[in-house]
């Protein structure tokens, strides 16, 4: 069955970078567009940035210039570099697939 699994949060200060990872499976990776959402407290849940299955990419306003989507068809994973955090990054960070599968979330905490 597919399955998404991130990785990479955790507690960083202003300024600084993370690496998300999301190993999926259960499909053909290489063949599909990915995205990576995030969802603040008491807030909706987001769109951050896609890459397409031709590499193509796309960002949110609020995070162009900061955040890089990328992926490993080898490896079945897309990354998301983001550097430069401001503590309104703050969010758990899901990876998705189509319109149905979702990652369990990492969480991303920007503070000093």
């Known amino acids: 069955q597919v399955q998404l699994v991130e990785s990479g949060g955790g507690l960083v200060q202003p300024g600084g970078s993370l690496r998300l990872s999301c190993v999926a499976s259960?499909?053909?990776?290489?063949?599909?567009?990915m995205t990576w959402y995030r969802q603040a407290p008491g807030k909706e849940r987001d769109l951050v940035a896609v890459?397409?299955?031709?590499?193509?990419?796309n960002y949110a306003d609020s995070v162009k210039g900061r955040f890089t989507i990328s992926r490993d068809n080898p490896k079945n994973t897309v990354y998301l570099q983001m550097n430069s955090l401001k503590p309104e990054d703050t969010a758990v960070y899901y990876c998705?697939?189509?319109?149905?599968?979702w990652g369990r979330g990492t969480q991303v905490t920007v503070s000093s």
């Open positions: 259960g499909f053909s990776f290489s063949s599909y567009a």
């Open positions: 998705r697939w189509r319109l149905n599968y």
């Open positions: 890459i397409t299955s031709g590499g193509s990419t």
